[in-house]
């Protein structure tokens, strides 16, 4: 049994794995309405090996079945806890940004700081444009930064915590503690 399944008893189930799955194909389906004449979208997760990149791969397939589109997939890496304090890595260079449409994917938006830290190794090169998907939208803005592309919009206490889990089978779903 994993961490998660013992914690499960103070957690609060909001949207279960079918639920969730609808969510996420709904966002590449307005994604893809929205850019139908790019001939290449970036699909970008936050943080590999994390909830975010997991949202990502998820839209990144939907999206493979649905466009015309070249679709790549990347990820961006920073300390997610001290975005202005750490490196923001990337994989793509310059002429792989110039003039592209990038998606930046995160599951879930609390204060906007994380996104605002991803967007910058962007923002030095030349994008079309940079555009936001989460799964969870949270209403404790610090930043200016508002989710192109939301799942579900939660107005939740400062205190309260939204968990998601995508990656782990038989767990997956959306969680308020």
Request: net charge negative; glycine share 4%; aromatic share 6%.
């Amino acid at each position: 049994m994993s961490n998660f399944g013992v914690m499960e008893a103070t957690l609060t189930r909001i949207a279960d794995w079918p639920q969730v799955q609808q969510k996420i194909k709904r966002i590449a389906f307005e994604i893809a309405e929205d850019n139908y004449d790019e001939p290449e979208i970036i699909v970008a997760g936050i943080c590999r090996n994390t909830e975010g990149y997991a949202m990502a791969v998820k839209i990144y397939d939907v999206l493979k079945e649905i466009v015309q589109t070249k679709v790549v997939l990347t990820h961006i890496e920073l300390d997610k806890s001290r975005p202005a304090d750490s490196p923001v890595e990337m994989s793509l260079s310059d002429s792989d940004i110039n003039g592209k449409v990038i998606i930046l994917v995160d599951d879930v938006s609390n204060s906007g700081r994380t996104l605002l830290y991803a967007m910058k190794p962007f923002l030095e090169h030349h994008p079309k444009k940079i555009q936001m998907a989460v799964l969870v939208e949270r209403t404790h803005k610090m930043f200016p930064v508002q989710p192109d592309y939301v799942g579900l919009s939660l107005s939740t206490t400062i205190q309260e915590h939204i968990t998601v889990v995508i990656s782990r089978a038989g767990e997956e779903g959306i969680y308020l503690s």
